[in-house]
């Protein structure tokens, strides 16, 4: 099967992370269900107690900048703690 260009970008940048050495773990494609919001964040990655939320979108469009935020913001409600 062959991968969207989407999913290539989120395994480059998780690659680039990793490298990094600077995260001691991270979840490509990590789905939630909490607090009555359901969604998926691209990468998520942690270092400490620190948690860093990536959502790649594979153009430059305003929607699409829209939409991430939408995603972030509909992640923090889900996990206020995580997100302060």
Not at 20 to 40: A, P, Q, S, V
Not at 72 to 82: G, I, L, M, S
Request: proline content about 1%.
């Amino acid at each position: 099967m062959r991968q969207s260009k989407h999913d290539g970008l989120v395994e480059e940048l998780r690659d680039r992370l990793f490298n990094t050495h600077d995260y001691d773990r991270m979840w490509l494609f990590y789905k939630y269900c909490r607090n009555d919001l359901i969604g998926e964040v691209d990468l998520l990655a942690m270092a400490d107690s620190i948690w860093d939320f990536y959502e790649v979108k594979s153009t430059f469009h305003t929607k699409s900048n829209r939409k991430a935020h939408q995603q972030y913001d509909r992640f923090q409600e889900a996990f206020p703690k995580w997100t302060t």
